[in-house]
T-cell receptor, first 115, second 112 residues
Framework: DAGVIQSPRHEVTEMGQEVTLRCKPI?????LFWYRQTMMRGLELLIY????????DSGMPEDRFSAKMPNASFSTLKIQPSEPRDSAVYFC?????????????FGNGTRLTVT | DAKTTQPPSMDCAEGRAANLPCNHS???????VYWYRQIHSQGPQYIIH???NNETNEMASLIITEDRKSSTLILPHATLRDTAVYYC?????????????FGTGTRLKVLA
């Protein structure tokens, strides 16, 4: 089991550029979550998917953020255009919703710096 | 809309038991309590979860009060590597769609 895989591990970009973060969930998991972590706001849930369908995107900060899950093994979080206040660590996590007590498994995150 | 409250920080002597409390007074009957920890900026690591009964695994023990309004995570013999932020969360949702809302957690420092 390779765990949740996120890429890139680090991303440095200039304000106004498009940023795409990638996530591969654990094989067999059918729910995927995107979180953002900053010192000021802690761990925030941005959006989550169940069976590749977005269920709740109320945590997405604004229209500059979008997320997709084209298949069960891949998801992207896109920021366009990026701003310095988007600098944070972005985590992807997955779980299996078929079990009522299935825990959440996190990737190692993508550290985004927008200058 | 985190449903849990935890003390912001705690210290524990190395080799002693670390007892981390969590209040979840609004928990519903079928909601599980989960514990995670985060070391530096790594992804949160799952520790243990429970519904009603006390649970134990190789990492920790979880004690849930009979009314389920609070719980305690116990690290029986804390080591320096247990220094981390510990999160207690309640999974919210229904009908197979759940989400996990993290609060601010407890920063545990294990002292040599």
């Amino acid at each position: 089991d390779a765990g949740v895989i996120q890429s890139p591990r680090h991303e440095v970009t200039e304000m106004g550029q498009e940023v795409t973060l990638r996530c591969k969930p654990i094989s067999g998991h059918n729910s995927l979550f995107w979180y953002r972590q900053t010192m000021m706001r802690g761990l925030e849930l941005l959006i989550y998917f169940n069976n590749n369908v977005p269920i709740d995107d109320s945590g997405m900060p604004e229209d500059r953020f979008s997320a997709k899950m084209p298949n069960a093994s891949f998801s992207t979080l896109k920021i366009q255009p990026s701003e310095p206040r988007d600098s944070a660590v972005y985590f992807c996590a997955s779980s299996f919703m078929g079990q009522p007590n299935s825990p959440l498994h996190f990737g190692n995150g993508t550290r985004l710096t927008v200058t | 809309d985190a449903k849990t409250t935890q003390p912001p920080s705690m210290d524990c002597a190395e080799g002693r038991a670390a007892n981390l409390p969590c209040n979840h007074s609004t928990i519903s009957g079928n909601e599980y309590v989960y514990w995670y920890r985060q070391i530096h900026s790594q992804g949160p690591q799952y520790i243990i979860h429970g519904l009603k009964n006390n649970e134990t695994n190789e990492m920790a023990s979880l004690i849930i009060t009979e009314d389920r309004k609070s719980s305690t995570l116990i690290l029986p013999h804390a080591t320096l590597r247990d220094t981390a932020v510990y999160y207690c969360i309640v999974r919210v949702g229904n009908s197979g769609t759940y989400k996990y809302i993290f609060g601010t957690g407890t920063r545990l420092k294990v002292l040599a």
